[in-house]
């Protein structure tokens, strides 16, 4: 399973979910079995570290985001990835509006798709602070969880004598 987490401008939402859901399935049983990467659908810091508020934010939590690097969403995201999990409904509208023909990938809401009750959408925390910084990181842990529960149970059906 692949899969591309997607924001604006791929140094806040997009690495930090990136570096959660790493760290999250590889301590699950789905380690080694899912790829992950991210991006943005804007260019404006391609190149660039994420932000460093969120390096702490994932430092505070024991996981290093620092290496990472943003990219903008390419078209050939579409065919290499099977899902584009966006942070809200404007990257979502962009990332299908940038669809290319024939594209295999699927998109959704990151929160959605992992099933997390009661919001849709991870707000920007880029004019934030350490309280947009938390709430958003606790948002992509929860959504991390519920990400390993979709695919374990996938993984379940899909495997003989399950569903």
Not at 9 to 16: A, D, K, Q, V, Y
Not at 52 to 64: L, S, V, W
Not at 139 to 145: E, F, Q, R, V, Y
Request: proline share 6%; with cysteine; hydrophobic share 40%.
């Amino acid at each position: 399973m692949r899969l591309l987490v997607v924001c604006l401008g791929n140094i806040c939402r997009s690495p930090l979910a990136e570096g959660v859901l790493r760290a999250r399935i590889a301590a699950s049983p789905l380690a080694g079995r899912v790829e992950l990467d991210s991006a943005g659908t804007g260019d404006w810091h391609v190149g660039d570290p994420p932000d460093r508020r969120a390096i702490a934010k994932a430092r505070e939590y024991g996981i290093d985001i620092a290496q990472l690097r943003a990219r903008q969403l390419r078209g050939g995201d579409h065919h290499d990835f099977d899902w584009l999990l966006c942070a809200d409904r404007g990257n979502l509208r962009d990332v299908r509006a940038r669809a290319p023909e024939g594209a295999r990938a699927r998109s959704a809401l990151l929160l959605e798709w992992a099933g997390v009750p009661g919001v849709t959408e991870i707000p920007d925390p880029y004019t934030g602070g350490p309280a947009q910084f938390e709430h958003v990181y606790r948002l992509l842990d929860a959504a991390a969880a519920g990400v390993i529960a979709r695919l374990a149970t996938a993984g379940e059906q899909s495997r003989p004598g399950h569903g």
